[in-house]
């Protein structure tokens, strides 16, 4: 069964430095999401991809944040100088569609814990 | 502002009974709910899915239960297993945006007693 991937599956960083997480979506998939959850607490959206352009970002995803699809597989999301507050599950999904329904895929999930 | 959130925080049942989880939703515009479940360390993994034009929705051993005029969803799970104990998340998709993502509820901890 075709599944999202990410890496690291856990990275610890010093507040300040620059963190990238790396997601593989499922292949015939056109959109692409980062969530977040701090421990604890409900899943929360960061960000939409599609057509390789930004579709949607909460007021989560400041400038601290960025996404890019650097070739036609991997989609990764940098947060440029950590915060504590940035400790937290992220994780990758992604759809093949948005006409209509369409299930979500979530990947497993990073874990980031901040210093 | 527009949340999705759940009455009970957690819920305890003895393997073999019956579950039912509840959720609350305040877009009346949303016109299609999942719930995923999520177990410890994991991501969200799909359950149930429903329409808004529809009022009740069976899987296997699990059903899904909207009520647009109250703006309720609920999530029966039919002879709860062991492996049924996991976080139980509503979300909803509103039909605003481009990309559809979706918003979560706080989520409920289903504990299956033995």
């Known amino acids: 069964e075709p599944e999202v991937t990410q890496t690291p599956s856990h990275q610890v960083t010093q507040m300040g430095q620059e963190v990238i997480l790396r997601c593989v979506p499922i292949s015939n998939h056109l959109y692409f999401y980062w969530y977040r959850q701090i421990l604890g607490q409900k899943v929360e959206f960061l960000v939409s991809f599609y057509n390789n352009e930004i579709s949607e970002k909460s007021e989560i995803f400041d400038d601290q944040f960025s996404v890019e699809r650097p070739d036609g597989s991997n989609f990764t999301l940098k947060i440029r100088s950590t915060k504590l507050e940035d400790s937290a599950m992220y994780f990758c999904a992604s759809r093949t569609s948005t006409v209509g329904t369409g299930e979500l895929f979530f990947g497993e999930g990073s874990r980031l814990t901040v210093l | 502002g527009e949340s999705v959130g759940l009455h009970l925080p957690t819920l305890s049942v003895q393997e073999g009974d019956n579950s039912i989880i509840n959720c609350a939703y305040s877009n009346s515009a949303s016109d299609y709910f999942i719930w995923y479940k999520q177990e410890s360390g994991k991501g969200p993994q799909f359950i149930i899915d429903?329409?808004?034009?529809?009022d009740k929705r069976q899987g296997q051993r699990v059903t899904v239960l909207l009520n647009k005029t109250v703006k309720h969803l609920s999530l029966q799970i039919a002879a709860t297993q062991p492996g049924d104990s996991a976080v139980y998340f509503c979300a909803e998709n509103p039909p605003s945006g481009s990309a559809r993502q979706l918003t979560f509820g706080s989520g409920t901890q289903l504990t299956v007693l033995p």
């Open positions: 429903i329409r808004s034009n529809m």
